[in-house]
């Protein structure tokens, strides 16, 4: 058997890998260097397995153009072509499969080969369907205005979803009400519902509450590109939603549409919400927002870049 997940749903992917493997034992061998593919085919030539009845090839660029030369490539083929049928191989990667090479093409015809997509933050109409589905599976009963919290909440992290909808289980009890919005806020204490707060005190100009927000997000250790990447989110969203609206020429229904509001009835709190922006503003703060990106990438201290952040964007 020869399995291949890939994806940048890497949450799903491991529930998966923990459902494929089950109890069973495994031999995890991280793809670092042609040494590793090595390894694996030294494995697969064995009777039998000596470390664990799965062999996982871990982060393995071997299904990618040009990252492995292609005599090993040819070489690791004819290794899975010859391996005994009770073997059990599993390569896990990020990137899909390139489908012109030689041993995608074999996988596929004699193996499985699964996607695990992460949903696009700014997709909200898929978002709202998955979180549905998964409250419904759960058997978490909200209100919708509570759904639409949860979505802005936790975004596209399944794994925050997972860990949100066991606490909201576990808070409902038997209670045959549906949970409202102030039970699902108070609850589901998230990265991305912190970094929405964050955003909602920057739009506000509430630059102290807004450092204020920021350190609590640093003390729990959560990354300064992550919170970057939540604003940028935010931020572009309204950016889209004022801009249309300044134009004079669009339907509630096409801006909502066009901005990826799940819901069209969000467009009239986003309204009230960007009352005292325009859209040269907002744009200016996402100018800040992805320059600040940058020099976090080339190395500048984060916090005192994020700091500064917040100070340029009191003054937008």
Same mark, same amino acid.
């Given at each position: ?43 697969? #030539? ?5 470390? @664990? ?45 390139? @489908? ?57 992290? #399944? ?15 038997? #209670? ?137 964007? @009191?003054?937008?």
């Amino acid at each position: 058997m020869i399995c291949c997940f890939y994806g940048s749903d890497e949450y799903s992917l491991q529930l998966a890998v923990r459902v494929l493997m089950a109890d069973q034992t495994c031999q995890k061998i991280p793809h670092t260097t042609d040494d590793d593919l090595k390894t694996v085919m030294a494995a697969l #030539r064995q009777y039998t397995l000596t470390h @664990g009845q799965w062999l996982w090839l871990q982060d393995t660029t071997v299904l990618q153009l040009g990252k492995v030369a292609k005599p090993l490539q040819d070489e690791f083929k004819a290794a899975l072509q010859s391996m005994r049928p009770e073997k059990r191989l599993l390569l896990t990667c990020l990137q899909k499969p390139n @489908g012109t090479l030689g041993l995608t093409k074999w996988l596929q015809q004699n193996g499985t080969v699964q996607e695990f997509p992460l949903t696009p933050s700014w997709d909200s109409t898929r978002l709202t369907q998955e979180t549905d589905q998964d409250t419904r599976d759960y058997g978490v009963r909200l209100q919708p205005n509570a759904l639409a919290y949860l979505v802005e909440a936790v975004g596209n992290q #399944r794994r925050e979803r997972f860990q949100a909808l066991e606490r909201l289980l576990l808070y409902q009890g038997e #209670r045959p009400a549906s949970l409202t919005t102030t039970e699902v806020e108070a609850i589901v204490q998230t990265t991305a519902s912190t970094a929405l707060r964050l955003a909602s005190q920057i739009r506000e100009r509430q630059t102290q509450a807004a450092l204020g927000t920021l350190h609590q997000l640093l003390d729990r250790n959560e990354a300064p590109l992550r919170i970057l990447q939540s604003l940028v989110t935010q931020f572009r969203t309204w950016l889209w939603v004022k801009s249309m609206l300044q134009e004079r020429r669009h339907s509630d229904l096409v801006i909502a549409q066009a901005s990826g509001l799940g819901n069209p009835k969000r467009l009239y709190y986003l309204k009230q919400e960007l009352q005292g922006w325009q859209a040269p503003q907002l744009a200016a703060v996402m100018e800040c927002l992805l320059q600040a990106e940058w020099s976090i990438k080339q190395g500048v201290d984060a916090l005192s870049t994020l700091k500064t952040l917040l100070f340029q964007l @009191g003054a937008v």
